[in-house]
């Protein structure tokens, strides 16, 4: 067998042994030329990365940042979006009534975005929040892709990641403080020129200290933090998991839900779900869970 063969099902498989994720058919020349892009990397054959895939964390994490699509975009789903404003404005004004009984007020009113890929998700949570006022509340974003949360940390993007986001949240956006230097052949002679363009843009600072990314694999059993979530959106991500293999995901994500928070899933997204301690809300454009009981 040459070393350069890939063998894609013995891929494929381990892919999901790893993640969970099981990649269509559709993605399998994705999957190859992630393969092959790695391999080049790190100057071995395909035989030799195989053999070094399980015991070397950096060459793994690099092939898995290839594989994995980091798709998202702001704004993605306002219907969710605006059922999130909808709770942290009743968490606040329970706050207030705490506060004017002399209760101790409750914690952050707390957001995980599940599989965040490059954190359009969770900046998006962040304007919405703030454009209300509201500075009591804490987002957390995590995926499996080690490439993907580097991204979503700087919070930088381009041109036409910012058309998709209401006018009203442009507040929150700022001009990038860095440039990016592109290198353009000369058309009379064969030198090179550097062109500065003034591509990217950044969310505003402000939104900085309410939001953090981390990296966390959903199939495995430990949380990515020990706090209870207020609500958890985890979207578009499931129907890349064998259906039992979701039943585990939700019910881990609905432990980490607190008494009477929220899951919210893409719409028509595991509509197979029976679970005892969460009752699905009756929305018109959310696919919502309440958790009932522990």
């Known amino acids: 067998?040459?070393?350069?063969?890939?063998d894609v099902q013995q891929w494929q498989k381990y892919i999901e042994q790893e993640i969970g994720f099981v990649l269509p058919d559709v993605q399998l020349q994705w999957l190859t030329n992630a393969i092959n892009h790695t391999a080049s990397l790190h100057g071995l054959?395909?035989?030799k990365l195989w053999d070094q895939v399980p015991n070397n964390s950096a060459i793994r994490q690099r092939l898995l940042d290839k594989v994995l699509i980091h798709e998202?975009?702001?704004?993605?789903?306002?219907?969710?979006?605006?059922?999130?404003?909808k709770c942290a404005l009743e968490h606040q004004q329970q706050l207030?009534?705490?506060?004017?009984?002399?209760?101790?007020?409750?914690?952050?009113?707390?957001?995980?975005?599940?599989?965040?890929?490059?954190?359009?998700?969770?900046?998006?949570l962040a304007m919405s929040l703030a454009s209300e006022q509201?500075?009591?509340?804490?987002?957390?974003?995590?995926?499996?892709?080690?490439?993907?949360?580097?991204?979503?940390r700087l919070g930088r993007y381009?041109?036409?990641?910012?058309?998709?986001?209401?006018?009203?949240?442009?507040?929150?956006?700022r001009p990038s403080s860095t440039k990016i230097t592109t290198d353009t052949p000369n058309s009379t002679d064969s030198a090179t020129i550097r062109i500065n363009t003034e591509s990217q843009w950044q969310v505003a600072p402000v939104l900085q200290q309410h939001v953090d990314f981390a990296l966390h694999n959903v199939i495995e059993q430990q949380p990515p933090t020990?706090?209870?979530?207020?609500?958890?959106?985890?979207?578009?991500?499931?129907?890349?998991?064998?259906?039992?293999?979701?039943?585990?995901?939700?019910?881990?994500?609905?432990?980490?839900?607190?008494?009477?928070?929220?899951?919210?899933?893409?719409?028509?997204?595991?509509?197979?779900?029976?679970?005892?301690?969460?009752?699905?809300?009756?929305?018109p454009q959310v696919n919502v869970w309440q958790k009932i009981s522990a």
């Open 134 to 152: 509201l500075t009591n509340y804490s987002i957390l974003g995590t995926d499996v892709s080690q490439q993907a949360i580097a991204k979503a």
């Open 72 to 85: 998202s975009r702001f704004f993605r789903h306002m219907p969710s979006i605006e059922f999130v404003i």
């Open 96 to 124: 207030l009534i705490d506060t004017h009984i002399d209760r101790v007020p409750n914690e952050l009113f707390r957001i995980w975005s599940v599989g965040c890929a490059c954190g359009q998700e969770a900046w998006s």
């Open 226 to 283: 020990s706090h209870l979530q207020h609500v958890i959106i985890c979207q578009n991500m499931l129907l890349y998991f064998r259906k039992f293999d979701q039943r585990d995901i939700l019910t881990r994500l609905s432990e980490q839900c607190v008494l009477g928070g929220y899951i919210i899933l893409a719409p028509g997204e595991a509509l197979f779900w029976r679970p005892s301690n969460m009752r699905r809300i009756a929305h």
């Open 158 to 173: 381009d041109s036409r990641q910012q058309l998709l986001i209401p006018q009203r949240y442009q507040q929150f956006v």
């Open 45 to 47: 054959s395909i035989t």
């Open 1 to 6: 067998m040459s070393e350069d063969y890939i």
